[in-house]
Nanobody, 127 residues
């Protein structure tokens, strides 16, 4: 099993910044990806960003490109999401997720592609 613990959510004004962090513990995989999804009230969980050191790539949702960056430490199994120029529509519960890629050569961008999830952290952007 893999345990994911997020931190760093909160309340920020539009145009501000927040940094989310996620630490994974437990079982590790030789080929994996770690990412972030978000879910606003009444909406489906949506992809935000993900990174895979195995593949050597990072993907971002179009809605956050140029504003969010993803980084981490593969040795420590941590991943951070730096969110800049936040907008009210970024308000959601943000979830950290981890995937065992097996033979995949691309990073999953749908929730079903991930095997483990954190408990979520609330991000609220006021206008």
């Amino acid at each position: 099993q893999v345990q994911l613990v997020e931190s760093g959510g909160g309340l920020v004004q539009a145009g501000g910044s927040l940094r989310l962090s996620c630490a994974a513990s437990g079982r590790t995989f030789s080929r994996n990806a770690m990412g972030w999804f978000r879910q606003a009230p009444g909406k489906e969980r949506e992809f935000v960003a993900a990174i895979s050191w195995s593949i050597g790539s990072a993907y971002f949702a179009d809605s956050v490109k140029g504003r969010f960056t993803i980084s981490g430490d593969s040795a420590k199994n941590t991943v951070d999401l730096q969110m800049n120029s936040l907008k009210p529509e970024d308000t959601a519960v943000y979830y950290c997720a981890a995937a065992n890629l097996f033979r995949l050569t691309t990073i999953p961008m749908v929730p079903t592609g991930y095997d483990y999830w954190g408990q979520g952290t609330q991000v609220t952007v006021s206008s």
